[in-house]
């Protein structure tokens, strides 16, 4: 672990060996991308997600791209199913260097489209895969993210969460209502971690081609931006080093930005 810490100080994290990841929302979209990323850097990733089939893939992507991988499949908005992962990965590692609250779901929340049952349930839904599912895992790793002795939380966020952008209304109002929590979040654990040497930050963002954005919303895929776009906006942040932000929430690509003035912004994050 030391010498862990000690490469951490003095290499950017790109060129960094051993380090480990832990991801939700790993079966496609950019949570696939970020896992699969890191895994070419020989990183060790540990893989959550609910699609036991598309999770599958990510794991033998992850070992073909010279990864370890520990997938698990996990409804991370059961807290004993959380509780379980960590259970079992004891003894399979013994810190965490990179944290990615990613897992998300986008559905009809609306007060009226449906019945009473059906609504609550999708509401119970988007609040917990996409902030109580972020609070349990990141709960459960905080003792692990310890050990590292410099890692980072790294909260999905959307642009939903700015003014002016995107009021959905209908469509989302709990995965709305549930990005808005897991901003807070960003900023309060930031100050409740920060004496641990852990940074937390935030990505508020738009249209990303990835299997959500097709579902509901293919016109924005032209000019959106790739899912390795959010690997690098993720790696920037890292890169600033111990000193660098903490509680911070990045803006890029919001709305309908061009992908090469979001790519502009991206590179901003540098410092
Ligand atoms: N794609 C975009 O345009 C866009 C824009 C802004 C923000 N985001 C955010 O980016 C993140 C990734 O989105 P994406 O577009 O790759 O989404 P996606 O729907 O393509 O992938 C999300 C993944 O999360 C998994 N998941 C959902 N609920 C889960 C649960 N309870 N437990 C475990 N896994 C669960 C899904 O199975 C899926 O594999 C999300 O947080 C999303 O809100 C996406």
């Not at 990965?89 to 009809?108: P, R, T």
């Not at 410099?150 to 909260?155: A, V």
């Not at 995965?175 to 920060?194: M, P």
């Not at 293919?218 to 993720?234: C, F, S, T």
Request: with cysteine; aromatic share 8%; charged share 20%.
């Amino acid at each position: 672990m030391l010498i862990t810490v000690y490469l951490h100080r003095t290499h950017k994290w790109n060129s960094v060996v051993n380090q480990v990841v832990f991801v939700t929302g790993s079966a496609v979209g950019i949570g696939r991308e970020v896992a699969t990323s890191w895994a070419k850097e020989s990183a060790t990733i540990v893989a959550l997600d609910i699609d036991t089939a598309e999770n599958k893939m990510t794991h033998s992507q992850v070992e073909s791209a010279g990864g370890t991988c520990h997938s698990y499949t996990c409804d991370i908005s059961d807290r004993e199913a959380v509780r379980a992962v960590f259970d079992d990965l004891k003894g399979k590692i013994d810190h965490i260097d990179l944290l990615v609250n990613n897992a998300a779901v986008y559905g009809d929340t609306k007060l009226t489209s449906s019945d009473w049952d059906t609504q609550t349930r999708a509401f119970d839904n988007a609040m917990g895969s996409c902030a109580m599912g972020a609070f349990y895992c990141t709960a459960a790793a905080v003792p692990l993210l310890e050990k590292s002795g410099t890692s980072n939380i790294i909260n999905i966020l959307t642009d939903h969460v700015r003014p002016g952008f995107y009021l959905t209304g209908g469509p989302a109002t709990g995965y709305d209502c549930a990005k808005f929590a897991l901003w807070r979040l960003t900023e309060s654990w930031a100050e409740e971690l920060k004496e641990m040497g852990i940074r937390v930050n935030g990505l508020c963002f738009g249209a990303t081609d990835t299997p959500m954005l097709r579902e509901f919303a293919p016109q924005m895929i032209e000019n959106g931006m790739k899912v390795e776009d959010l690997d690098l906006a993720i790696r920037h942040v890292i890169n600033q080093g111990p000193g660098g932000d903490t509680g911070a929430s990045y803006d890029f690509g919001m709305g309908p930005t061009p992908r090469a003035t979001s790519l502009e912004q991206i590179d901003a994050i540098r410092k």
